[in-house]
C-alpha cells in the first residue's frame, strides 16, 4: 500500500510565497513521476509542474517562472515552491505520484493526494 500525503497550504496575499510538500510511503520500489495538479472552483483539474527520472521537468504555460518544482528521491518528497502568486492560482492543488510497489511481485501503482487548499487573497 502507497499514501501519499500533501501539506503546506494556506492563505496568502498577492505577491506572496507558499512551498508545498508532498510525502510519498510504503512499499515503494522506485517513483517514476512526481506531479502537482490544481483544480480550481468550477474548473477541472490541471497540470502544474511535473518531475521524471532524468531530472525532467516541465511547468504549465500559466506558472513557468513563478513556480519550481523539485525532489527529493531518498525521501520519495517533492516540493512545489510557489513564488509571486496570483489570485487566480486559489485552489485545492494535489500531488501525484506513479512507479513500482514490490511485495511479491512487482506492480504498478499510482496514488493522488487528498488535496491541500492554496487561497491567495488579500
Known amino acids: 500500500q502507497v499514501q501519499v500525503v500533501e501539506s503546506g497550504g494556506g492563505l496568502v496575499q498577492p505577491g506572496g510565497s507558499l512551498r508545498l510538500s508532498c510525502a510519498a510511503s510504503?512499499?515503494?520500489?522506485?517513483?517514476?513521476?512526481m506531479d502537482w495538479y490544481r483544480q480550481a472552483p468550477g474548473k477541472e483539474r490541471e497540470l502544474v509542474a511535473s518531475?521524471?527520472?532524468?531530472?525532467?521537468?516541465n511547468y504549465a504555460d500559466s506558472v513557468k517562472g513563478r513556480f519550481t518544482i523539485s525532489r527529493d528521491n531518498a525521501k520519495s518528497t517533492v516540493y512545489l515552491q510557489m513564488n509571486s502568486l496570483k489570485p487566480e492560482y486559489t485552489a485545492i492543488y494535489y500531488c501525484?505520484?506513479?512507479?513500482?510497489?514490490?511485495?511479491?511481485?512487482?506492480?504498478?501503482?499510482?496514488?493522488w493526494g487528498q488535496g491541500t487548499l492554496v487561497t491567495v487573497s488579500s
Open positions: 501525484h505520484v506513479s512507479g513500482l510497489v514490490h511485495a511479491t511481485i512487482f506492480r504498478s501503482f499510482e496514488r
Open positions: 518531475t521524471a527520472p532524468g531530472g525532467i521537468i
Open positions: 510504503g512499499s515503494i520500489f522506485s517513483i517514476n513521476a
